[in-house]
C-alpha cells in the first residue's frame, strides 16, 4: 500500500484534495480490507464522482483493477 501511496504524493500534499475526504486522510484505516480484495481479481472500480477521484485511483491501483 505505501507504494502506491507514494505514487500519488503529490495529490495527497494538496490540501485542497487531502482534506476533501476523511478516508482520504485515513487511507491506513483501509489497508486490512483492500488486502483482501488485492487477491480477488477484481478489474473495474466504479467512482461514482462524489469527490476528486484520489481515492478510487490509489485503490484501483493497489488492488489492480
Known amino acids: 500500500m505505501e507504494s502506491v501511496i507514494r505514487r500519488y504524493e503529490d495529490l495527497l500534499k494538496d490540501k485542497d484534495i487531502a482534506g ?6 485515513a487511507i491506513n484505516m ?8 488485492r487477491d480477488k481479481g477484481i ?7 462524489c469527490g476528486y477521484g484520489v481515492l478510487s485511483l490509489i485503490i484501483a491501483d493497489f488492488i489492480g483493477a
Do not use: E
Open 30 to 37: 483501509l489497508k486490512p480490507v483492500l488486502g483482501h480484495l
Open 43 to 49: 478489474r473495474i472500480l466504479m467512482d461514482l464522482g
Open 20 to 25: 476533501s475526504s476523511y478516508t482520504l486522510s
